[in-house]
C-alpha cells in the first residue's frame, strides 16, 4: 500500500504506477536524501518534536540504509513511486514504527527540493574541477608555445600573425568564465529548502537554521511557495553547462579543421581518433566530432526545463518531475565531455612548422606594413590603400610582402626604407603588439601567470 493511500478508495492503475514513477532516474539522490533525512530526523529530536529515542534509531537506520545504498545490496522498488517513497518504506520495514515519524513537518515537494538542491552543489563543483583541469593543460600548451607563430584568422580568412600561445589563452579565459558560472550555479544552489512543507511551512517549530548547518547551506529560503516551486539553480546549472558545451564545440571545431589535409596543424593521438571501415587511409576527430554533436544535446536539457517550467502556477505541479532528467543528462553529458576532451587536448601534437608556414601566407603582415607607413608620416587611409595596391601586385606575381625588393615597395610609395622589412617580420608583428592582450610572449607570460594564480583562488 502506498504512504498516501489513505484518501483512496481503489489503487491506482498499473500503467499510471509506470507513468508516474521516477524511482528508475531519481535513484541516483539516494546519498543526497537519505542525508538530508538524517539531518531533519536529527533536528526533530533535539526540538523534541519527536522523541529522542526514536530520533536516535530513525539516524541509525538511515545510516544503514545509506551504507547499503552505497555497497549496491539494495533493490529499489517501482511501486514506491521514488527516491523518497523508497527510502521512508524501507525505515520503516527496519526499524518499525519510529521509522513513521520521520516524514513529520516534511512534504515531498521540499524534500524533493533539497535533494536536487544537493546534488546541484556536487555537480557544479565537479564542473568547476574538471574546467580547472582544462584550463591547467592549455596552459601548459601555451608556456611551451609562447613563441610559435601561427596566422590569426577572421572570417576563416587569415587575418594576422598571433602565436600558438595567444590563441590558446582565448580558450583559457572562455573556460575560467565557465568555472566562474558555475560557481554562481553553486551558489544558487545554495539555499536550504526543507522547512517550505507542501507549500505553505508547517506548524511545528523547526529549526531551520540547525538543519542548514548540518548540511552545509549558507542560508535558509524566504518564502515556502517559492522554496518548492524554484528550479531556477537549475536553469541556471543548465545555462552555464549549454555556454561551456558552446566553448568545447567550438575548440573541437577548430581541432577538427585543423587536423584536415587542407591546414595540418595538429596530428591527433591514434588513441583518440579512429579508422573508416572502407578507406585505410582515414583518421578521424571522432572524439571532438561527438563532442562538438553533444553540445546539441545539452542545449536541448536546458530548452526542456525551460519549457517545462513556463507555465507552471505556484507551487509544485508534477510537471516538475521532468526537471532531473533534463539535469542528470547534462550533468552526464558535459563532465563526460570535459574528461575526454582535456585527455584528448594533452595528447595533441602541434605542426608548429606548418603553423609559422601558414602565418608566413596570406598577407598577415599586410596591416604591419600600413602601420610602418603611418609611422612615416603616411595617413592611416592613404597607407591603407597603398599596401592594398602592394598585395593586389604580389596576388598577380605569386609573391610575398617580404619577397618584394626595395625598389619594388617604393615603386608604390616613396616613405618605404630599408627598415620596412623588419618592420613586416613575423616575428616583430607579433612582438610589437606588446599591450595588455595582445599576442607578445612577455604579456601572453602575464596571463598565463594570472590565470594559474586565479585557479588557487
Known amino acids: 500500500m502506498k504512504l498516501w493511500a489513505g484518501r483512496f478508495g481503489k489503487a491506482t492503475d498499473q500503467l499510471v504506477d509506470d507513468f508516474h514513477s521516477s524511482i528508475s532516474f531519481d535513484q541516483r539522490l539516494f546519498e543526497q536524501d537519505i542525508t538530508g533525512s538524517i539531518a531533519h ?11 529522542q529515542e526514536d530520533a536516535e534509531k530513525i539516524v541509525e537506520g538511515l545510516r544503514g540504509i545509506l551504507a547499503d545504498a552505497k555497497a549496491g545490496t539494495i533493490q529499489w522498488r517501482t511501486d514506491a513511486e521514488d527516491i523518497h517513497m523508497n527510502v521512508e518504506a524501507l525505515l520503516t520495514e527496519r526499524i518499525g514504527e519510529a521509522g513513521k515519524r520521520l516524514h513529520t513537518g ?5 524534500q524533493v527540493a533539497l535533494d536536487t538542491r544537493m546534488y546541484a552543489r556536487l555537480a557544479s563543483r565537479e564542473a568547476e574541477t574538471l574546467l580547472e583541469e582544462l584550463v591547467g593543460a592549455l596552459l601548459d600548451i601555451a608556456e611551451k608555445h609562447l613563441h610559435t607563430i601561427m596566422p590569426g584568422y577572421t572570417h576563416l580568412q587569415k587575418a ?8 590558446m589563452m582565448a580558450y583559457v579565459q572562455m573556460f575560467l568564465r565557465d568555472r566562474e558560472r558555475f560557481a554562481r550555479a553553486y551558489e544558487a544552489a545554495d539555499v536550504m529548502v ?22 552545509g547551506f549558507s542560508r535558509i529560503s524566504e518564502n515556502s511557495l517559492d522554496g518548492v516551486s524554484d528550479r531556477d539553480f537549475l536553469l541556471d546549472y543548465l545555462a552555464a553547462a549549454s555556454i561551456a558545451m558552446m566553448h568545447l564545440s567550438r575548440f573541437c571545431e577548430e581541432l577538427i579543421l585543423w587536423s584536415s589535409n587542407e591546414f595540418r596543424f595538429v596530428e591527433m593521438d591514434d588513441g583518440f581518433a579512429t579508422g573508416s571501415s572502407i578507406m585505410p587511409q582515414k583518421k578521424n576527430p571522432d572524439v571532438a566530432e561527438l563532442i562538438r554533436g553533444k553540445t546539441g544535446r545539452v542545449y536541448g536539457d536546458l530548452m526542456t526545463l525551460l519549457t517545462v517550467m513556463k507555465g507552471i502556477p505556484l507551487a509544485y505541479n508534477k510537471d516538475m518531475q521532468e526537471d532531473k532528467e ?10 563526460k565531455s570535459l574528461t575526454v576532451f582535456t585527455a584528448m587536448l ?20 599586410a596591416t604591419d606594413c600600413a602601420d610602418y607607413l603611418v609611422r612615416k608620416g603616411v595617413a592611416f587611409r592613404d597607407a591603407h590603400r597603398v599596401v592594398g595596391e602592394l598585395v593586389a601586385h604580389c596576388l598577380s606575381e605569386g609573391k610575398a610582402l617580404l619577397d618584394l625588393s626595395l625598389e619594388e615597395l617604393k615603386q608604390f610609395h616613396p616613405a618605404f626604407e630599408e627598415d620596412a622589412f623588419e618592420a613586416m ?31 588557487t583562488r
Open 41 to 51: 530526523a536529527t533536528m526533530l529530536g533535539e526540538e523534541g518534536i519527536i522523541p
Open 106 to 110: 516534511r512534504s515531498r515537494n521540499d
Open 160 to 167: 594576422q600573425p598571433i602565436t600558438l600561445a595567444h590563441h
Open 194 to 215: 526543507l522547512g517550505s512543507g507542501a507549500l505553505a511551512g508547517t506548524t511545528y517549530p523547526l529549526n531551520r537554521e540547525r538543519v542548514a548547518e548540518l548540511l
Open 326 to 335: 533534463a539535469f542528470f543528462d547534462a550533468r552526464d553529458t558535459l563532465l
Open 346 to 365: 594533452r595528447t595533441v601534437t602541434f605542426r608548429t612548422d606548418v603553423m609559422e608556414k601558414g602565418a608566413a601566407g596570406g598577407f598577415t603582415n
Open 425 to 455: 617580420s613575423l616575428l616583430t608583428c607579433v612582438e610589437k603588439r606588446d599591450i595588455p592582450g595582445a599576442p607578445a610572449p612577455a604579456q601572453v607570460q602575464a596571463a598565463i601567470d594570472h590565470a594559474r594564480a586565479s585557479l
